[in-house]
């Protein structure tokens, strides 16, 4: 169920909130046991049997969470329940995600071995990364046993975070799961950043798919220099749009609930090196890998072999995360060159400022490329096009068609991908005319625009438009 549908807008979501506040207000067990039945529904309502795998992690980390706890009472070593707890997730994962790769890499050796078909259970790389992160955040000490198993069901189901993020550790939320507050505020907090994410999902990360969609579907022997860049571009914008926009949303209906999850990306866009990116972009995965594999690992306060190794190892990991695809295990090793030229070699540390962020956004977008290809082959191809590599001639007229329907749309992306709106509601709260408070219009002109948001954003909806998730596949 994705949360820009009319089923989850119209029917799902008003149905639990009346649930919760009306049917359950003031008995937080019950509302616990309500939100994780919902959440259960929500997650089974594409495909019901993938449920099953979903209590199936559930019931395997309350039971690796006691299992710690009583080794930490007896005062004995937590490395085989926690070696036992990762093996047993990560074995889980990779069955349902990377048996089929291995198996096909491993054909490549000649060895004809049969390729099982295993379809991917959704968003099973975040449930079993809270999983695993309830695990750890307990021997760590970061967090206490959680001994109600239905309120480590609600953590590792919540629907609004379920299926693409962002990552919550367990530590972040365990007092919530329990002792939350709802306030009007918070829920009117959740409701504007809920419109804010639906407007940047529907309004721009759609429009920009359906480019990007049609440039990555042609040959890319074929392809004109404008149209390769157009095509790039419109990607680097849908999956930053897409993807925060499911994030905005998923905080703002967290909110709605009680409950505060971090924020996953502050302006990505707008980083003028490859590791302020990583700071503001997927902030939950990045902090995730830095809590549980980095900084166990020695992090940065290691020689400096080691701090190289442990950067590898990371990005290594993060690449393998995102897809069982060796274009994404190259995207994940470029991005630890990027990052090993910049602590080691200082690369563009002493460029101008918008050489730096130019230079940091090129990067990035031509990584994007490479993490939206299906295929190394087509991505070199692609990258050739980009280069103007390929011989290919003029496009027709096509990138230019392509460009005055969805100039207003590319307009949009380039200007919200920095804080500017933020900075002028600012500004604009300063001014003083006459001696006259601006900030009464300034909040009226933000209501009017929000509203403005969620009916166009409905109006699409209704449209039945192009509406995928990107992150749906990880």
Known sequence: MLFSSSVFLFAFLPVVLLGYYVVMRGMRRRQNLFLLISSLFFYAWGEPRFVLVMLLSIWMNYGFGRWVHRRKRQCRYLTLPIAVSAGCNLGLLF?????????ESLNTLGLGLQVPVIELPIGISFFTFQALSYVLDVAMDRAEVQRSPLDLGLYISFFPQLIAGPIVKYADVAGQIAHRQETWADFSEGCVRFLTGLGKKVLIANQAAVVADRVFAMDPAGLSVPLAWLGSLCYTFQIYYDFSGYSDMAIGLGLMFGFRFRENFEHPYAARSISEFWRRWHISLSTWFRDYVYIPLGGNRVERGKHIRNLFLVWLL???????????VLWGLLYFCLLYLEKFRRLGKNWPAPFQWAGTFLAVNFLWMLFRADTLSYAGQFFLAMMGLNGSGGDGGLSGLYLREN??????????????AQALGKAFRRLRPFGLDLSPLWDLLYALGLTAVGVLSVCWLVKGTYNPFIYFHF
């Open 95 to 103: 069955v349902f995600k990377y048996l089929a790769f291995t198996v």
């Open 407 to 420: 100039a207003v749309i590319l307009a949009l992306a380039v200007f919200f991908s920095f804080p500017t």
């Open 318 to 328: 993060t690449g393998i995360w995102h897809g069982a695809n060796w274009t994404f």
